[in-house]
Nanobody
Framework: QLQLVESGGALVQSGGSLRLSCVVS????????SAWFRQAPGKDREAISC????????NYGDSEKGRFTISRDIFKNTVYLQIDNLKPDDTAIYYC?????????????????WGQGTQVTVSS
């Protein structure tokens, strides 16, 4: 049974940094792409970053500006999201996800397994 558990969310001041973690059980991380999404109040869930089964990363949308870095530890079967220079607009629930397909996607409907999310709140 595939299970994803996120952690690391917190209340932080603008300009700070966080590293979110997602422990995946039931599937080796190098089998399928894994990704981070976020959902702010009243907004759609949006893609941030994806890491392919081969370890190639891709950022989506505003995250292409370079404040977000996805990485993974195959031995710990954990995916990470480093967020630097946090802004109040980054306030959201952050989710990790896995899709049973060969390549990354920025479409939330392309992912079939999700964690429960971790709350990030950025104060100004």
């Amino acid at each position: 049974q595939l299970q994803l558990v996120e952690s690391g969310g917190a209340l932080v001041q603008s300009g700070g940094s966080l590293r979110l973690s997602c422990v995946v059980s039931g599937l080796p991380l190098d089998y399928f792409p894994s990704a981070w999404f976020r959902q702010a109040p009243g907004k759609d869930r949006e893609a941030i970053s994806c890491i392919s089964r081969g370890g190639v990363t891709r950022n989506y949308g505003d995250s292409e500006k370079g404040r977000f870095t996805i990485s993974r530890d195959i031995f710990k079967n954990t995916v990470y999201l480093q967020i630097d220079n946090l802004k109040p607009d980054d306030t959201a629930i952050y989710y990790c996800a896995v899709r049973r397909a060969p390549v990354c996607s920025g479409d939330r409907f392309a992912y079939d397994s999700w964690g429960q999310g971790t709350q990030v709140t950025v104060s100004s």
